[in-house]
């Protein structure tokens, strides 16, 4: 009985280490340093999957397209849903934008 109390204080006292070691970390969350958008204008009458990249303060990239707020500043020519799937509504132009971790990046479209 005496040694599983031992096992179990070993074990306690090393999660307890590791947990801290854990909360302690020196590496700092990598920031949006820039938000791309991309892709391609679609016919009156189609649609268009239009992606959103984030570019982090380490360098590295990441598809944010689905996590992105999306919008258009014309919609009488273009409108882009909550996944960025832009579609064609009539002849003009429309910027298309996506906003992640309050990044706003941005495409400039003309619908034919």
């Known amino acids: 009985m005496k040694i599983r109390s031992v096992i179990a204080a070993i074990i306690i ?50 598809d944010v397209t689905s996590q992105a707020s999306w919008s258009s500043s014309n919609t009488a020519a273009a409108t882009v849903s909550g996944t960025g799937v832009v ?10 934008t996506a906003t992640y971790s309050s990044v706003v990046g941005t495409d400039a479209i003309t619908v034919p």
């Open 13 to 62: 006292v090393g999660l307890a280490g590791l947990a801290a070691a854990c909360g302690n970390s020196s590496t700092a969350a990598s920031s949006v340093s820039s938000v791309a958008v991309t892709g391609v204008t679609p016919s009156v009458g189609l649609t268009s999957q239009f992606t959103a990249t984030a570019t982090l303060s380490s360098g590295t990239t990441q």
């Open 87 to 96: 579609t064609a509504i009539g002849s003009g132009s429309a910027v298309i």
